[in-house]
């Protein structure tokens, strides 16, 4: 699998998510569902481990993936990346995003 760069920075290649669709692996989609649940404090269901990566058009997109606001953000402003944005270094989303995964955007490609 080559890299798929989410908007964020991630690289979702890495993401149990989309691992778990490209190779239709059902035990890693359990797997991934119990330990985000207790990770994000949310009810993921192995049905919700799919994803086709951040900035593919085509669905589907695993649970928050969906419905991320920074990904919303960035489709809406037509920017490849987040960090090229105007706004990235004031970006209220951005700010939201990096609290709750305590990543810092700007260090990702």
């Known amino acids: ?28 989609r359990i797997t991934t569902a119990a330990e985000w649940t207790k990770k994000y404090n949310h009810p993921f269901t192995k049905e919700m481990i799919n994803c ?9 997109h695993c649970g928050y993936c969906g419905m991320c606001a920074i990904r919303a953000c960035a489709q809406k402003r037509s920017v490849v990346r987040c960090c090229v944005c105007k706004n990235f270094e004031t970006c209220k989303t951005v700010k939201k995003f990096e609290q709750h995964s305590g990543l810092k955007l700007k260090d990702l490609p």
């Open 52 to 60: 086709t990566g951040c900035t593919s058009k085509e669905e589907p």
């Open 1 to 28: 699998m080559s890299k798929c760069i989410g908007y964020c920075g991630l690289d979702c290649v890495k993401c149990p998510a989309y691992i778990a669709l490209k190779t239709n692996d059902d035990a890693l």
